[in-house]
């Protein structure tokens, strides 16, 4: 079945990156086409091994976009893991995801973004956070 080939393809892609391989452009494609898959498949509850390769890519397409800085397209895969990870109560990456938007939306200036982020992650949070509470002094100073 083709789906099947896609997501070994999609899995050696994401063990060559965790191995320290730098993402190719032609393997966006593939992981694109993975995240369609699981995407699809994603109400039918995904197993754990399977929901962290889905999750590791949305980060990996986000970042590579982000690289090419095509900030729609990273921020929306950003927003995707987000909800995955929060609906799987994976709090972790729900999180991380709100890191890279914090910083994408801080770095175009984009304030308001910057603070409806931030305000999601104080909902989630459970502590103090260095990070999160510098975007926090960004978007404070600016408005």
Request: charged fraction near 30%; proline fraction near 0%.
């Amino acid at each position: 079945m083709v789906e099947d080939e896609v997501i070994v393809d999609c899995k050696e892609i994401l063990d060559g990156i965790r191995g320290g391989e730098q993402m190719k452009s032609e393997d966006v494609a593939t992981l694109e086409k993975g995240f369609d898959i699981l995407h699809s498949n994603e109400s039918d509850h995904l197993g754990s091994e399977i929901s962290e390769d889905y999750i590791s890519i949305m980060l990996n397409l986000a970042t590579y976009y982000e690289e090419v800085e095509q900030f729609e397209k990273s921020i929306t895969y950003l927003q995707k893991m987000y909800s995955f990870a929060v609906e799987d109560n994976k709090i972790l990456f729900a999180k991380i995801s709100l890191h890279f938007q914090a910083n994408i939306f801080a770095s175009n200036e984009d304030f308001e973004n910057l603070e409806i982020t931030c305000q999601l992650h104080d909902s989630l949070n459970d502590g103090e956070d260095d990070i999160m509470d510098a975007y926090k002094a960004v978007y404070l100073l600016e408005n």
